[in-house]
């Protein structure tokens, strides 16, 4: 080989693929952002064609209706079929509906939450499903718990939290099972991980109205969780108390569980739960 001849230079490869792969970024996020704009355009027009929707985003019609089509298969718009024009589908208003829940559920839970957390000198919390994790949206700080550490925001796993077993033994059967088929994390040596025992556990928490966890995702914690139900007596939430475990003894548990019932069917009725 001549050594004028130049070798290839990888180099260039590597700053050709990675200004390729920030163009490939670059237009997913335009992408996104039209979308929204299309949502935003029916919510304000409540209807529109595929040519009003393609002028309103200065772009191609096939553009517009590539993006209708993404979105209609999402169910987040709709098409009459006669008139072709498109509006906003059933998916928004389960969206909208799951923020209103949160909204709601973190306005009501603010007193319960304290009131309980006040009268136990533990920690409480209100958590929420968020796909296969739970979410603390409320957190009330008792007497005894000063340096607890901070739930607030948090995804815990289903299986090896009191307010995850709860909200996992109120989900239809089919979403439960999809759930409990995929691996178990362990977590400590007392994580529940087979899902035939865990299968077991929760008949149990649907059968007494609680969850009990002790040392299961952290050595020193345990916790006791119950249901909160909206106007449909759904599971939308629950409401625990967390503690280490030598405050929340066994001997203790059983008071707990039921404080923390209570507290559920308060904010239960609140969130308009048995009138």
Not at 96 to 105: E, K, M, S, T, W
Request: aromatic share 2%; proline share 4%; hydrophobic share 40%.
């Amino acid at each position: 080989m001549s050594r004028t001849q130049r070798q290839p230079d990888h180099r260039e490869d590597h700053v050709a693929n990675k200004q390729a792969g920030g163009r490939g970024a670059a237009s997913a996020v335009q992408s996104v952002d039209r979308a929204v704009s299309v949502l935003e355009i029916l919510a304000r027009h409540g209807e529109a064609g595929v040519t009003e929707i393609a002028e309103e985003l200065e772009v191609h019609k096939s553009t517009a209706f590539r993006l209708l089509g993404v979105l209609e298969n999402r169910g987040l718009v709709a098409q009459e079929k006669e008139r072709g024009k498109y509006y906003l589908g059933a998916g928004v208003l389960r969206l909208a509906g799951a923020a209103a829940v949160r909204l709601d559920i973190s306005q009501e839970g603010v007193p319960v939450c304290r009131e309980l957390a006040d009268e136990l000198g533990e920690t409480a919390n209100i958590a929420v499903l968020d796909d296969d994790a739970a979410v603390n949206v409320m957190q009330a700080r008792g007497t005894a718990s000063v340096t607890a550490q901070n739930w607030l925001g948090r995804r815990t796993p289903l299986h090896a939290t009191a307010s995850g077993k709860v909200l996992l033994a109120h989900l239809p059967p089919t979403l439960r099972e999809g759930l409990l088929a995929r691996p178990l994390h362990r977590f400590t040596e007392h994580t529940v991980t087979g899902a035939a025992v865990l299968r077991g556990e929760l008949e149990t928490v649907t059968g007494q109205g609680y969850a009990i966890t002790q040392e299961e995702l952290e050595i020193g914690l345990a916790a006791v969780a119950a249901p909160v139900r909206s106007h449909d007596g759904k599971v939308i939430a629950s409401i625990s108390v967390s503690g280490p475990v030598y405050r929340l003894t066994p001997d203790r548990l059983p008071d707990l569980a039921r404080r923390t019932s209570a507290a559920g069917a308060e904010l239960s009725r609140r969130m308009g739960y048995g009138g």
